[in-house]
């Protein structure tokens, strides 16, 4: 059994649709709220908890030429937003090329960015783009301890940082400890046809 509550008593108990998908209609997450996930099975009970931050607009997603991969009309894709002042954010972003997901892994925070318009190029090593493509982008407002699964996974990629740290289970908020996280966010999406 699959439960979600929130911290103002509602309880929403999830319904099992495909085999392993669990879901809910009618919820509508709110900014500033503590849910909390429950998942009982095989006698075990595994619970995690997620706040949903305040939601900051993705502004724009645009595409230039490839900076690295100058030949062959390749493109990189950027997003553009303004970063709401004054409080920690972090956010993921997900991309699809004609409809596929890319496997790159995107993870930032504000760190260096509180209150700024910020332009974040989503270098992306899966898919090569096109002209001619249809490109959408994710834009996902996380928590912290979400920000820190997705960050910790981006660190393990082969191309990151350093060229990739030895791969080890990226840390949870599920408890007893298990691969995967559980995410209240706010999310929103933006297509272009590339340029």
Known sequence: SVTVSDDQGHTYPFTEGP?????YSNLRGEAGTNYKMTVSTGGVIYTANSVMPAPATLDSVTSRPNDFKSSNNRR???VHFQDPPD?????????????????????????????RYVDIDLVENDIDIYPGDTVKVEMQCIDKPVYTYWFSLLQQE?????GG?????????ITPATLGYFSAHTTQSESIIVK
């Open 19 to 23: 085999a392993g998908t669990y879901s």
């Open 158 to 162: 082969t191309d990151g940082p350093g």
């Open 165 to 173: 740290v030895a791969p080890s289970n990226p840390p949870t908020n």
């Open 87 to 115: 409080v920690a954010n972090q956010y993921r972003f997900v991309m699809y090329v004609n409809n596929v997901q890319v496997k790159s892994i995107f993870a930032f925070n504000d760190d260096f960015t509180d209150g």
């Open 76 to 78: 990189e894709i950027t």
